[in-house]
């Protein structure tokens, strides 16, 4: 499985980012969809997840309401809409894949997942 993100950047508070990962390789619709986040000195954390096949979609608390997670199957890409940006959603975003007992970003942990893309960072200033 490769994971490759793009469509970080910087924008200002209450602006927009969409952020892209295209997947490739050998994924089946049992797999967990993942956008994690990081900030220095923080541990990784959960932004959205959704199953590769479709379904249901989980969100952090922090993010709920402003945050969408989406698949083009016919592109293969995963998206994560960001709207009403806050400086404090500040990090380096990453794509993951893997799968995972429950995908609900309530209950995944970053180090369940073994497939992860490259990162792009986003600024909220």
């Known amino acids: 499985v490769q994971l490759v993100e793009s469509g970080g950047g910087s924008v200002q508070a209450g602006g927009s980012l969409r952020l892209s990962c295209q997947v490739s390789?050998?994924?089946?619709?049992?797999?967990?969809m993942g956008w994690f986040r990081q900030i220095p000195g923080k541990e990784r954390e959960g932004v959205a997840t959704?199953?590769?096949?479709?379904?249901?979609?989980y969100y952090a608390d922090s993010v709920k309401g402003r945050f969408t997670i989406s698949l083009d199957d016919a592109k293969k890409t995963v998206y994560l809409q960001m709207n009403s940006l806050k400086p404090e959603d500040t990090g380096m975003y990453y794509c993951?894949?893997?799968?995972?007992?429950?995908?609900?970003?309530?209950?995944?942990?970053?180090?369940?997942?073994?497939?992860w893309g490259q990162g792009t960072q986003v600024t909220v200033s």
């Open positions: 993951a894949a893997e799968v995972v007992g429950v995908c609900s970003v309530k209950h995944v942990r970053w180090y369940e997942f073994n497939n």
């Open positions: 390789g050998d994924i089946s619709s049992s797999y967990c």
């Open positions: 959704t199953y590769i096949g479709g379904g249901a979609s």
